[in-house]
């Protein structure tokens, strides 16, 4: 089981744009990499003194106050670290972008306590410990392909989790989904749990604002293969969303209606679609602002071979359909 502590020293003095904050918002615009959270720990537990003297998170600041940091980082996560191999986009010290598979649990929970992306993360980097939640600042459905990222350090977990926060972080999936769309459009729905089903989320009043962004790439044979945008990052957002406008994404088990195959579909078809035994949905590409640097990057996961092949098959029955 991974364990391990990192020793964290600081002393500054506060400087005038910062008097009379509160503490735990002074230090945390001066040591941004923390999380106020970790910082209040710090106050808390007389890790983080004022002029030598312990001190309440609510307490105010004055400028030249002597702030000292002498914590122990202690690890975040207790889970197990496992040798699974890794799709790896991109590295280095703050941040890891990876192609998740499908098939693949982000998160060790129960019934998948093990064989998790976080397990194989851990192998792989194991100073993730020391970072909240294995550096998993969004997520994917198990069944979901393509990008994610995650952070590596302190300063980039803290970056990431307020780039989504803010909407500044560009997130675009290909999606395969139900009948064939005229265009693109906009879905404004809040999302929140299913009223009878806790285990769905759904379209309701007293739901979080959610804003999908979709554009039509091509109709196929009944299907329509798109691409979405999210502004906001709801579990199971486009999902719910095309279920809602009546168009749920082909082959997910959850918000999907049973299959229709299109007029005439031969056998080669038929195959492909009732061998498609996951939602047609692919992380495709990921944008954001460096955490160390503010550069702009970004990141594409090329379609998997299932994606891969039931676009090719949708392409080639639309055409045989055409020419007969």
């Known amino acids: 089981m991974t364990s391990g502590t990192e020793r964290i020293e600081a002393s500054f003095s506060v400087p005038p744009e910062l008097s009379d904050q509160r503490l735990d918002q002074a230090v945390a615009r001066l040591m941004p990499e923390h999380s106020r959270s970790r910082i209040q720990g710090w106050v808390r537990s007389g890790e983080l003194t004022v002029n030598g003297e312990k001190r309440r998170p609510r307490d105010r600041v004055l400028v030249d106050d002597r702030v000292d940091v002498a914590a122990q980082a202690e690890a975040e996560v207790t889970w197990e670290a496992e040798a699974i191999d ?123 604002p959610a804003v999908t962004h979709y554009r039509l790439v091509r109709r196929m044979a009944g299907f329509s293969h798109i691409r979405c945008q999210l502004e906001s990052g709801r579990t199971h957002q486009i999902r719910v969303h095309m279920a809602h406008i009546r168009h749920p994404l082909l082959g997910d088990p959850v918000y999907g209606s049973r299959m229709r195959y299109p007029r005439g579909t031969d056998e080669e078809l038929r195959s492909v679609l009732d061998g498609f035994r996951r939602q047609a949905l692919h992380a495709a590409r990921l944008e954001l602002a460096h955490p160390a640097t503010d550069e702009f990057c970004e990141w594409e996961a090329p379609l998997p071979a299932d994606f891969r092949q039931l676009l090719d098959a949708l392409s080639a029955f639309e055409e045989r359909r055409s020419a007969s």
């Open 86 to 208: 890794l799709d790896i986009i991109h590295e280095d010290e703050h941040l890891i972008v990876l192609n998740k598979p499908a098939g693949l649990v982000v998160h060790p929970a129960a019934g998948h306590e093990a064989g998790t992306l976080v397990n194989a993360l851990l192998h792989h980097a194991p100073e993730l410990e020391r970072i909240p939640r294995a550096g998993i600042v969004h997520r994917l459905d198990k069944d979901t392909s393509g990008i994610m990222v995650v952070a590596r350090s302190l300063e980039a977990h803290t970056s990431l989790v307020a780039q989504l926060q803010e909407r500044r972080m560009g997130r675009e999936y290909q999606a395969v989904c139900l009948g064939e769309l005229t265009g693109g459009g906009r879905i404004e729905q809040p999302i929140g749990r299913h009223p009878q089903q806790r285990k769905k989320m759904a379209v309701v009043p007293d739901g979080r």
